[in-house]
């Protein structure tokens, strides 16, 4: 790949030379789609990327999808180890002592090489301690599943044509008709994953990848020739170089050589994802503009599980989606046919190859988060650690948290007995283990109590905005890859005709 990334990759000193109008950290969907947005308005665009360039799509829509003893190869090139702790341990995580429990990623394009598809909305309710209203969120979502190419229930709203189920197997229709026969409505899972037909020409895109989307714009280039968007591989922020309420630059080295250069940008747009955007932020020092900087943390509850089945469904495919509701805070999906087995996060899109005499379905339950002040981001001091890994995460379960997790782990009984299946293995994980986190950089409707505004912009730095789950005060049981991709196209517009306002 090395030979491939001299295509596009940007030093930053040919960045730095010609400073962009916005400079954005990060290549997930939030930096991506943002990066994207601002140039389809007319801005010049860098990113800067920390991980290498590793696959120029998502890793189930090309031929790795049938390696599975390599996907998780895959992964090792770019995944590193966290923390992840309780106030107890607080004290060792801060020193290093503490085993890792948890994984992150560094590569072109984040996590969106590896996530698993499943894209749903949150509910109206869960927008209510947000800064703005789901009504007015709607239409960013409808935005971000075209942009995705998303297919499945749900999607493109109540007003939209049905968008084609992904799965329509025969052990898909008896997987749901157990299921609703006992009142539980469950349907098809919003995926993002394209099923459109080819057609004149145009292929469909399988799972959505911000990597994919990134070097399909035509305004990707080299800064020495003057592209409009331009990325620079295995380059870190490492610091944001602050005078007042200004950010003047943004400190960052290279990753191959060590080499440091501060870049000047009009705009710094921080889309590291919800823990690194923190981090970057705390080792900027910004916690003292702004007290509340890493704190209200949090990740979704998350019980999973394996049913298993007196006899196999017929087929392969299934994979159901149980919904939440404003009185059950949590929705659950259902992948199956598989030998007995458990979920790998490193071969996330395993359920893509299933067994046809497979009895055992894996289940996932994913709970609403309401993160606390006291859960929060903190920098480690271990000496000679790669800068982007100094730091630990803590949060501690609420007695609300724990509430629901036992009725999730009570729902996941019903539901086996919905279809006809036992409980043949269950874990309640860890806060972290969901991998949605989101927090640190909280929104809100005024300066007081919050750290940026609703457009994701510092309430108390002028050029500062955050397009990821940072700035999210709390979440629906939903996964976070379509509402942090419809944030960031939310963000960017608002960027966007904030800097030709103040032009
Ligand atoms: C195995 C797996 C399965 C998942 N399944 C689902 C699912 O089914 N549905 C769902 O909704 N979500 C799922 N997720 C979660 C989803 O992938 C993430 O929530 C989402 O992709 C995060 O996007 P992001 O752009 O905010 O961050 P990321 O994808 O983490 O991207 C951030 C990028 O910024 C870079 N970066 C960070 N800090 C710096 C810095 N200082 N300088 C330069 N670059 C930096 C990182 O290297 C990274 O590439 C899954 C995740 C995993 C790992």
Same mark, same amino acid.
């Given at each position: ?57 998502? !890793? ?6 049938? +390696? ?37 990623? &560094? ?64 052990? +898909? ?19 993002? &994953? ?73 705009? !710094? ?6 823990? /690194? ?25 998350? !019980? /999973?599980?394996?049913?298993? &089945? ?41 359920? &893509? ?73 269950? +874990? ?46 709390? /979440? ?28």
């Amino acid at each position: 790949m090395d030979s491939l990334t001299r295509l596009f990759h940007s030093p930053p000193a040919s960045v730095a030379a010609a400073p962009p109008d916005c400079l954005v950290i990060g290549s997930g969907t939030a930096g991506v789609t943002a990066a994207l947005a601002l140039v389809a308005e007319g801005y010049r665009v860098a990113i800067i990327e920390a991980g290498p360039f590793v696959l120029a799509e998502h !890793v189930g829509s090309g031929p790795f999808a049938k +390696q599975h003893a390599v996907v998780p190869e895959l992964h090792d090139l770019v995944r590193h180890r966290t923390v992840w702790t309780d106030e107890a341990h607080a004290g060792d995580a801060a020193a290093g002592t503490l085993e890792t429990n948890n994984n992150a990623w &560094l590569a072109v394009g984040g996590r969106t090489l590896f996530w698993g598809g499943c894209t749903p909305r949150f509910l109206d309710s869960d927008f209510a301690d947000w800064p703005h209203d789901a009504a007015s969120f709607r239409p960013w979502y409808e935005r971000a599943e075209a942009l995705i190419g998303a297919s499945g229930a749900g999607v493109g709203g109540a007003e939209a044509d049905t968008a084609p189920d992904f799965i329509g197997s025969s052990a +898909q229709t008896r997987l749901l008709a157990r299921l609703i026969a006992a009142g539980l409505p469950a349907g098809a899972p919003p995926l993002g &994953l394209d099923t459109r037909p080819v057609r004149n020409g145009s292929m469909s895109r399988g799972f959505d990848s911000s990597v994919a989307r990134l070097l399909r714009c035509p305004s990707l280039g080299r800064a020495s020739d003057g592209a409009a968007l331009t990325i620079s591989t295995e380059c870190a922020a490492i610091a944001l170089r602050r005078d007042g309420a200004r950010i003047v630059s943004v400190r960052v080295q290279d990753r191959r050589d060590g080499a440091i250069r501060d870049i000047a940008a009009r705009h !710094v747009v921080l889309a590291g994802g919800a823990v /690194q955007s923190t981090r970057l932020c705390l080792a900027s020092g910004l916690e003292q503009v702004d007290p509340l900087v890493g704190r209200y943390v949090g990740d979704h509850l998350f !019980v /999973q599980a394996v049913l298993r &089945l007196p006899e196999p469904l017929g087929h392969h495919a299934a994979y159901a989606f149980i919904p939440p509701l404003p009185e059950r805070p949590f929705h659950v999906q259902m992948q199956g046919m598989f030998g007995e087995t458990w979920y790998n996060p490193l071969d996330a899109t395993m359920w &893509l190859d299933g067994e046809r005499d497979g009895r055992y379905l894996l289940y996932y339950c994913f709970g609403i988060s309401k993160a606390p002040h006291a859960a929060h981001l903190a920098l480690s001091d271990v000496a000679g650690a790669d800068p982007l890994h100094r730091y630990y995460v803590v949060a501690d379960r609420t007695p609300e948290d724990l509430a629901t997790l036992d009725a999730m782990e009570q729902f996941t009984g019903q539901v086996a007995s919905a279809i006809g299946a036992e409980v043949f293995r269950m +874990q309640r994980h860890h806060a972290g283990a969901a991998l949605h986190e989101f927090g640190g950089l909280r929104m809100g409707a005024s300066a007081e109590g919050s750290v940026t505004d609703p457009n994701g912009r510092f309430w108390r730095i002028d050029n500062l905005s955050c397009m990821d789950a940072a700035t999210w005060p709390s /979440q629906g049981s939903a996964n976070s890859y379509l509402t942090i991709t419809a944030t960031a196209l939310r963000n960017a517009a608002a960027l966007a005709g904030a800097l030709r306002d103040a032009a």
